[in-house]
């Protein structure tokens, strides 16, 4: 597996807004997770998406996939005080493992 | 269903001791990850264990060690620790039915261990 890069490294944004963060990857892959994080505990899985789709949705959650640039975006619209986590991308390249490899993710804050 | 259960949730070693910590996975899933976070190093991957094997390992020293049992409980140890070792320890099992195409992994809530 590869690691992503998530950009920016933070976002501070007004409740009600768009939040929009982006992952870039190295090589092509099979799929891409997104993963959020809340302050000190697990990470609960968003989104998979695979190589051969372009978009997901997810409730207030779209993810876009372009493979010929290598990068995805998470958009979170409508954002919300509870949406204050830090995102992480995972694009995974196969091999049967299921090892993840992280950035640093993007540690949004949405202000009330 | 059950998430991913992690015990104990907190804990303090001082150095020089050992320490293992537990992971019960979701009913059904035989593959279980282990990560552990700091806030130096961020996420990194330890080991995956599938079907009571050793799958995948990260780079970490000897002292790191785990096991999965028949019923896909995981068990990782810390061996000597160091009070570089404080950290959250995540792990996240995954159905993986299937091979090569990776599944979405569920994580539980971590162990935060502090080294004294």
């Known amino acids: 597996s590869q690691q992503g890069e998530e950009d920016p490294q933070a976002l501070s944004i007004q409740e009600g807004e768009n939040a929009t963060m982006n992952c870039s990857y190295k090589t092509s892959i099979n799929n891409l997770q997104w993963y959020r994080q809340n302050s000190g505990r697990g990470l609960v899985h968003l989104i998979l998406i695979r190589s051969n789709e372009r978009e997901k949705h997810s409730g207030r959650l779209r993810v876009t996939l372009d493979t010929s640039k290598k990068s995805s975006s998470l958009l979170i619209t409508a954002s919300r005080a509870a949406d204050t986590a830090s995102y992480f991308c995972?694009?995974?390249?196969?091999?049967?493992?299921?090892?993840?490899?992280f950035g640093k993710g993007t540690k949004l804050t949405v202000n009330p | 269903k059950a998430g991913v259960t992690q015990t104990p949730r907190y804990l303090i070693k001082t150095r020089g001791q050992q320490v293992t910590l537990s992971c019960s996975p979701i009913?059904?899933?035989?593959?279980v990850s282990w990560y552990q976070q700091t806030p130096g190093q961020g996420l990194q991957f330890l080991f995956e264990y599938f079907s009571e094997t050793q799958r995948n390992k990260g780079n970490f020293p000897g002292r790191f060690s785990g096991r999965q049992f028949s019923n896909s409980r995981s068990e990782m140890n810390v061996s000597t620790l160091e009070l570089g070792d404080s950290a959250l320890y995540l792990c996240?099992?995954?159905?993986?039915?299937?091979?090569?195409?990776?599944?979405?992994?569920?994580f539980g809530p971590g162990t935060r261990l502090l080294v004294l």
């Open positions: 995972a694009p995974y390249s196969g091999g049967g493992s299921e090892k993840l490899v």
């Open positions: 009913s059904g899933h035989r593959s």
């Open positions: 996240a099992s995954s159905l993986n039915k299937l091979a090569g195409l990776q599944e979405t992994q569920y």
